[in-house]
Nanobody
Framework: QVKLVESGGGSVQAGDSLRLSCAQSGRTYSTVTKGWFRQAPGKEREFVAAITLRIGSTKYTDSVKGRFTISRDNTDGTVYLQMNSLKPEDTAVYYC????????????????WGQGTQVTISS
């Protein structure tokens, strides 16, 4: 059973940077992709970025392209989300999860959700 734990969130000013980490314990051989999602108050959980574990292909939602970078460390299964040029609209709880689908964006294709880490951006 895979367990994911997010960390690295915090409260920063607009224009600042944060790096989120998603640490993994346990292993599943069906995992193809790891993804980051976020959920702002009163809104649906939305896709942010995904990375394939084998060759590191990536996908981003349009609103974070050029500002966020997803990466992975296959030695321990940790996935990172480097977030630069942060904006107030990036404020949300950020979650990581795994999928057996290549570069999935749909929330329902992900499992083993972490508990989330809060990111708050002030203007």
């Amino acid at each position: 059973q895979v367990k994911l734990v997010e960390s690295g969130g915090g409260s920063v000013q607009a224009g600042d940077s944060l790096r989120l980490s998603c640490a993994q314990s346990g292993r599943t051989y069906s995992t193809v992709t790891k993804g980051w999602f976020r959920q702002a108050p009163g809104k649906e959980r939305e896709f942010v970025a995904a990375i394939t574990l084998r060759i590191g292909s990536t996908k981003y939602t349009d609103s974070v392209k050029g500002r966020f970078t997803i990466s992975r460390d296959n030695t321990d299964g940790t996935v990172y989300l480097q977030m630069n040029s942060l904006k107030p609209e990036d404020t949300a709880v950020y979650y990581c999860a795994v999928s057996s689908t290549w570069l999935a964006e749909e929330r329902d294709l992900y499992t083993n959700w972490g508990q989330g880490t809060q990111v708050t951006i002030s203007s």
